[in-house]
T-cell receptor, first 116, second 113 residues
Framework: DAGVTQSPTHLIKTRGQQVTLRCSPK?????VSWYQQALGQGPQFIFQ???????QRGNFPDRFSGHQFPNYSSELNVNALLLGDSALYLC???????????????FGQGTRLTVV | QQQVKQSPQSLIVQKGGISIINCAYE??????FPWYQQFPGKGPALLIA?????SEKKEGRFTISFNKSAKQFSLHIMDSQPGDSATYFC????????????FGKGTSLLVTP
């Protein structure tokens, strides 16, 4: 059973460019959340997708946008990249329909984005 | 502002000892408190989680203690092993907010042989 998979693992972009990161959730999961983890810090919540709609959003500018597809996979898009966007971007999947309630959010290995 | 405060920032424990990491929160709407373990170059891995209706939860060598009135919770790692050396994050979430997690800043644990 594959866990959460993210692609690519590493990415280098130039300031001002746009980037798209991808995530496939754990089998059976329907909810995808994205987090940004700066070096030496805890992950910061960006947004969450369920049923192809953004359901929750953290304190991130509109340059950060996303999408969820019918197969529950998700993309994170960042426009007009800044040097400060350099971070590890993590995808976490979970399920809103688990018997017995919420069983937790499970993270992928992340995409390391470097903006130069 | 940081909604979950974690301490200490770093911790050194001898093999076989007990590692203790503490977290505090302000938002009483939080109803889910997980702990994650992260190794360099990897994503966080869910270790154990607790709800506010219980004061303690144990899974193997890992125990969460929860004090609702003090708005504090802690992770205890019994019989710490060198393989436990990693960064540990506490987090808090709210079922009404889709369990979007607010993380602490992390504790770097080193278990010496």
């Amino acid at each position: 059973d594959a866990g959460v998979t993210q692609s690519p693992t590493h990415l280098i972009k130039t300031r001002g460019q746009q980037v798209t990161l991808r995530c496939s959730p754990k089998s059976g999961h329907d909810t995808v959340s994205w987090y940004q983890q700066a070096l030496g810090q805890g992950p910061q919540f960006i947004f969450q997708y369920y049923e192809e709609e953004e359901r929750q959003r953290g304190n991130f500018p509109d340059r950060f946008s996303g999408h969820q597809f019918p197969n529950y996979s998700s993309e994170l898009n960042v426009n007009a990249l800044l040097l400060g966007d350099s971070a590890l971007y993590l995808c976490a999947s979970s399920s809103k329909r688990e018997t017995g309630g919420f069983k937790g959010a499970f993270f992928g290995q992340g995409t390391r984005l470097t903006v130069v | 502002q940081q909604q979950v405060k974690q301490s200490p920032q770093s911790l050194i424990v001898q093999k076989g000892g007990i590692s203790i990491i503490n977290c505090a929160y302000e938002n009483t709407a939080f109803d889910y408190f997980p702990w994650y373990q992260q190794f360099p170059g990897k994503g966080p891995a869910l270790l154990i989680a607790i709800r506010p209706d219980v004061s303690e939860k144990k899974e193997g060598r890992f125990t969460i203690s929860f004090n609702k009135s003090a708005k504090q919770f802690s992770l205890h790692i019994m019989d710490s092993q060198p393989g436990d050396s990693a960064t540990y994050f506490c987090a808090a979430g709210n079922s009404n907010s889709g369990y979007a997690l607010n993380f602490g800043k992390g504790t770097s644990l080193l278990v010496t042989p």
